[in-house]
């Protein structure tokens, strides 16, 4: 393998470990005003440094990203039925899914009309963020093709996610991994510019503008925190693309060695991790 493929297999690493821990480590404040975090916990860098329980317990937004995980590793593409069927294989509701996101994989489980519910819960579909929280590995696997990577987000956020604005932040998560697993170097100016082009939604689109000119002096809050995905999708982009050599400081190993290691925990992770990277070996060598 060269330093190259080295480097790359990392960054596949690196995308799901630091997903499982960030989420691992926000859960025991998620829903606390802003404010509350900072006086009270000490801010995000406290939290890092200092978690504030001794295990390290992941939501459903790292069990979501398992299932999208394993479901590509096994069709090799966002196939519906082995995404419902990877949901299913791992839905645990005590992890924190939402009521809508509950109701529809319990259909899926149950055999019921879960189509019709993705489409109706609410009025146009779920807008939330949840088919963006879940889709870092379809820019892990086809981050060489941003056409195709948007297209296979969409797909993987149909299943529970039909607003236009939901499947637009998880085209637009899944384009910001692939454009950094791709180049490899950061380079913030065409970062923004790639997505602001490919943003399909006007409300992504002036969000990015904004957030292209961001600084960590700004306040955070300008982007939103809230379900719907484009009060919140664009947050994290903006805090990543500001500070981009910040992201190695969230997967210390004394952090990593604290994440759960169940049967889907961190070893599980890692293994998923080396699977999407030889999935992405495999077609690499058949295009060339």
């Known amino acids: 393998m060269t330093a190259g493929s080295i480097a790359k297999r990392d960054r596949f690493f690196g995308c799901l470990l630091g997903h499982a821990i960030g989420d691992a480590v926000g859960a025991p404040v998620e829903g606390m005003p802003a404010t509350a975090i900072w006086y009270d916990m000490g801010g995000a860098r406290k939290l890092v440094s200092d978690p504030t329980v001794e295990h390290l317990i992941y939501t459903d937004d790292t069990q979501m990203t398992i299932a999208v995980a394993e479901a590509l590793i096994a069709a090799g593409q966002a196939d519906e039925q082995a995404l419902c069927d990877a949901f299913v294989a791992n839905y645990e509701p005590g992890r924190g899914y939402g009521q809508g996101a509950r109701r529809i ?37 086809f981050h060489d093709d941003l056409d195709h990577v948007a297209e ?49 939604t006007e409300e992504f689109r002036y969000q990015l503008e904004r957030a292209a000119t961001w600084t960590p002096a700004d306040p955070v809050g300008l982007f939103g925190s809230s379900l719907p995905a484009d009060r919140s999708v664009v947050t994290a982009i903006a805090c990543f693309a500001a500070t981009p050599r910040d992201y190695p400081a969230v997967v210390p190993r004394r952090l990593l060695e604290r994440l759960e290691d169940g049967p889907k925990g961190r070893r599980h992770i890692e293994s998923l991790a080396l699977g999407l990277f030889d999935r992405y070996e495999q077609s690499a060598t058949l295009r060339a």
């Open 152 to 200: 296979q987000a969409a797909a993987s956020a149909r299943p529970t996610h039909l607003h236009p604005i939901g499947i637009d932040g998880a085209r637009l998560v899944a384009l910001a991994v692939a454009i950094v697993v791709r180049d490899g170097v950061f380079d913030r100016e065409r970062f923004y510019t790639e997505l602001i082009r490919r943003a399909a």
């Open 105 to 141: 994989i319990e259909a899926m489980a149950d055999g019921g009309d879960w189509r019709r519910l993705a489409a109706t819960i609410f009025p146009g579909g779920s807008l939330g963020n949840g088919g963006a929280m879940r889709v870092a590995p379809i820019g892990l696997l």
